[in-house]
């Protein structure tokens, strides 16, 4: 059995970055830490993937010698491709009321119910206890498989999804949703805030979703034997400016509720501040 908490404690204690770029990045810190601290876990996890590969290889094509890496794009790349089951399960919009009132004052805002903490929350309970009694991720995992998968290639798919949703659930517009006069319904966690274009970015979401322009360009997957070693590179930079120590001390809390709550504090603290539509932000927060 694999150990849930380890793998997800790695990657939450990773590198928040949410482009392509970022999400490799992000569990390449990950496997460095797994391979360290608990290799049989990379054996593990690498064995779990290795499932729907072989029987089903047109969803797993970008993936080569470092599935446990190249995996982590999965989760966007099948929402075109008969996944878009899941293209709900990438975030949460809490709501946050920049110019006050409270959820009574707008009705065109709606929660979706099935978001990143519910499948996050799902997968883990489908994990670690077989728990998949009114388990919604469960279901809609295991519903949309393609040429009849067993139940090692669902676990398969739910595992690139797990590695996929953890890293999109630091990206701080990935936890909020602004709501005001402007935005009734809610500004889709910056998607609907239009900055001026620089690398690609022309909204408030995409500019956090390249950690601020740090993290623009995309490496192409499956990874060369020189994106990997850059990749290692970018990680090991990352792991010297936050000790591992300081990395430990934060994967201890395993709750996908609770970063949704540090998502929504640190978008309305820092993301929304001093920021005007229409306008280049600073790359400096």
Known sequence: MISKSIITGAL???????????????????????????PQTVKDVTNVLSYLKSSDP??????????MVECATFG????????????????IDEPYFDEGGDISDFPDFNLEPYNITVAIGGINRWFKDDDTEDNYPYEQITSHGYKD?????????????????????????HGVSRVD???PAGDRGGNSFHVQSKFGAKNLHAVWDSVVYSEHSDMKTPLSSSSWSALGDEAAKLR??????????????????????EGLELATKYVYADIKEGELPSAEY
């Not at 047109?58 to 599935?67: F, S």
């Not at 591992?244 to 809390?253: G, H, V, Y």
């Open 12 to 38: 939450c204690s990773s590198v928040s970055a949410w482009w392509n770029q970022g999400h490799l990045l992000t569990a390449r810190v990950a496997y460095d830490i797994l391979e360290e601290k608990s």
């Open 58 to 67: 047109n969803w797993t094509v970008n993936e080569d010698q470092h599935p």
């Open 76 to 91: 966007d790349f099948i929402k075109y491709k008969g996944g878009s089951y899941q293209k709900g399960w990438h975030f």
């Open 149 to 173: 998968p067993t139940v090692e290639d669902n676990m398969s798919t739910a595992m690139r999804l797990l590695i996929h949703y953890v890293g999109d659930s630091h990206q701080p517009l």
């Open 181 to 183: 006069n402007e935005y």
């Open 240 to 261: 010297e400016t936050y000790s591992d120590e300081d990395l430990q001390n934060q994967a201890k809390d395993l709750d996908p509720n609770n970063w949704a709550a």
